[in-house]
């Protein structure tokens, strides 16, 4: 098991950036598959992006370039570089952990990961 705990969400106006962090305590996360999952209000949890073997990604098509995810191992960090952001990313950003795998089917799957942060609120004005 590991703990996660996210930070770096803000409020924002349209096109703007941000940089999410998710800090991991109790295991190094380049053990793991971690993900970015994000949740507005009124709406299902849904996937942004993944990160397998700390160099194999994987982002939802919604994404459209406009994100980044990445890990420093050394720091035992999770980070989500966000940018160009519109009204429609204000979510709640969640990192979440999962057992590693090379099966990339199962990296944008919320079933997969057994371990998630408390989330960090990301509001995008227009």
């Known amino acids: 098991q590991v703990q996660l705990m996210e930070s770096g969400g803000g409020s924002v106006q349209s096109g703007g950036s941000l940089r999410l962090s998710c800090t991991a305590s109790?295991?190094?996360?380049?053990?793991?598959?971690m993900g970015w999952f994000r949740q507005a209000p009124g709406k299902k949890r849904e996937a942004v992006a993944a990160?397998?073997?700390?160099?194999?990604?994987k982002y939802a098509r919604f994404v459209k370039g406009r994100f980044t995810i990445s890990q420093d191992n050394a720091k035992n960090t999770l980070y989500l570089d966000l940018s160009s952001l519109e009204p429609e990313d204000t979510a709640m950003y969640y990192c979440?952990?999962?057992?590693?795998?090379?099966?990339?089917?199962?990296?944008?799957?919320?079933?997969?990961?057994?371990?998630w942060g408390q989330g960090t609120q990301v509001t995008v004005s227009s």
């Open positions: 109790g295991d190094q996360i380049s053990n793991y598959l």
């Open positions: 990160l397998g073997n700390g160099e194999v990604t």
């Open positions: 979440a952990a999962g057992p590693a795998t090379f099966q990339e089917p199962y990296y944008l799957l919320d079933t997969w990961y057994n371990d």
